[in-house]
């Protein structure tokens, strides 16, 4: 056939998937080929990814993707969540199994780095804001990096570099997900050497910034033995999960802010620039890395996380629920009104999240949500009511207003979660696609393979590839209530 056939990994925090894509020039297909869960292993004290477990599936991802109609693919791309990272030593061996950003190694640090470079003078440098998952900190932590015993020759790779490292020899830290260390300058799109320099970090453990789209090298031929497949190029597409599904949303000309809806939900909008004022940081956006080689100006927000876990919880309680009963038991819920700040950092570790939410709910003077159904209400309309003072902010640091809200990614399968966004942010929300961060990862490819030139091509592909779903603002006026009670219970505190 006539079409470019492609293959992306990717790599969420609670599972993975391995996606076929064929582009015949106007519009791409994909399938799913493999998924497998991504569960994280506590090992003594600390937190950890399964590296090994994850490479395994990686293979056979890529051994699954060989029988696809039109021939096995030409290239294969992995993304990742951000932030992580692994060390590979002098001889190529992984360096110790990479930690997980929920680890909490990294909290004694901060308050070291911050008296080395104050707070303020870090966003003003990275503009990333700080957050204990950030790869300064979990970098800052490693006692061998630091001493420099050991650290001969040792090179740091950001989870999908790692993956690509381990694929084809090639090492590279590939711009979008090295934009997640808080260790660039976003001005330059280079490692910042002064803030290495201050913290004894060795600049020799990083290599050079290649650009999202960029042909890193081929499949290892013992891979290719080993799973019986053809040549493959590997590329660097978008490494990070998010701006690869930011590549994708299907937008038009007018103005929007995008939300990434996942284990996370990232709310925000792309710029030129960075921005990097008090406004800015005080409102704790960050500035990442875009596939487009430009900013992506977003808020961390604690997104399905929330569900996630109290989920985990009762099951081991003994009430397994899927997501739809969730929802159901959200809309069985009474009114209850009680609100918690989805972007609070007490949110970020594993375990006993339904009392927490609680606690929370307690602390703050509102009507404790004792019911399953209850929680998860409070935690659907908060997110809600988050993404509202999120888009405040956004228009406030854009100087203009957002006509739509593009939310992709899995989370957009909570009907409700999306229905409610149009509610209370009062603006249409146009929801997906759903495998946005596959899609992107693969246009990508398809961009280092020059069959697309820009984000505004990929964007025109899955628009008219992957028709999205609009919801229409509801019930305004009560909800602009609500959000008005909402604010005033969260005046500004600190967040993740
Ligand atoms: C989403 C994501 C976020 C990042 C968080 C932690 O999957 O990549 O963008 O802040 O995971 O790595």
């Known amino acids: 056939s006539q079409s470019l056939h492609m293959l992306a990994v990717d790599f969420g925090a609670s599972s993975g998937r391995a996606v076929t894509g064929a582009f015949n020039g106007r519009t791409l297909s994909v399938s799913e080929v493999h998924r497998f869960n991504n569960e994280p292993v506590r090992l003594g004290n600390h937190f950890h990814w399964d590296f090994l477990r994850l490479f395994h599936e990686l293979k056979q991802g890529i051994h699954a993707s060989r029988r696809i109609a039109g021939g096995a693919p030409v290239s294969v791309a992995v993304d990742t969540w951000g932030v992580d990272y692994g060390l590979v030593d002098a001889k190529g061996r992984l360096a110790g199994n990479p930690y997980h950003y929920r680890d909490l190694r990294t909290e004694q640090v901060m308050s070291e780095v911050f008296s080395a470079i104050p707070e303020k003078e870090l966003f003003q440098l990275t503009g990333i804001r700080s957050s204990s998952i950030n790869t300064i900190y979990q970098l800052y932590a490693e006692e061998k990096v630091r001493s420099g015993y050991g650290a001969d020759g040792l090179k740091m790779l950001m989870m999908p570099d790692l993956f690509h490292y381990y694929l084809s020899g090639v090492m590279a830290n590939e711009y979008t997900i090295a934009s997640t260390s808080g260790l660039l300058d976003p001005r330059s799109r280079t490692w910042h050497s002064g803030i290495l320099n201050t913290l004894s970090i060795p600049e020799s453990l990083f290599s050079e910034i290649v650009m999202p789209g960029t042909m890193l090298g081929q499949l290892r031929q013992d891979i290719r033995e080993e799973l019986q497949v053809p040549d493959m190029a590997v590329i660097a597409a978008a490494g990070h999960d998010t701006a690869a599904a930011v590549a994708s949303v299907p937008a038009g000309a007018a103005p929007y802010a995008f939300i990434s809806s996942g284990t996370w ?57 899927t997501y739809d009963e969730l929802t159901e038991l959200a809309l069985s819920a009474p009114e209850n009104g009680s609100y918690i700040d989805a972007a609070d950092a007490v949110f970020l570790p594993p375990g006993g999240m339904p009392q927490r939410i609680r ?38 640091l854009a100087g203009e207003r957002m006509e739509h809200i593009h939310i992709v990614g899995g989370g957009i399968q909570n009907r409700l979660l999306c229905q409610l966004t149009a509610n209370v942010t009062g603006r249409p929300v146009i929801a997906g696609p759903v495998e946005a961060t596959a899609i992107g990862n693969l246009m990508m490819q398809a961009l280092a393979h020059g069959e697309v030139k820009n984000l505004a091509e990929i964007r025109q592909v899955v628009l008219e590839s992957f028709p999205p779903e609009t919801y229409l603002p509801e019930d305004a006026a009560m909800w602009e209530e609500r959000y008005q009670q909402y604010v005033n219970l969260f005046k500004r505190q600190e967040t993740v």
Do not use: H
Not at 266 to 287: C, H, K, T, V, W
Not at 362 to 381: H, M
């Open 265 to 321: 939900s990232l709310m925000g909008i792309e710029l030129d620039q960075p921005a990097l004022s008090d406004y800015s940081r005080d409102s704790f956006f960050s500035n990442e890395g875009g596939a487009g080689g430009n900013i992506r100006l977003l808020k961390n927000i604690m997104g399905l996380w929330l569900l996630q876990e109290c989920r985990r919880t009762w099951a081991l309680e003994g009430t397994p629920l």
């Open 359 to 396: 606690e929370y709910c307690r602390d703050s003077g509102q009507k404790v949500p004792e019911s399953r159904a209850a929680i998860v209400r409070c935690i659907v309309e908060s997110l809600a009511l988050q993404y509202r003072q999120t888009l405040d902010e956004i228009e406030k």
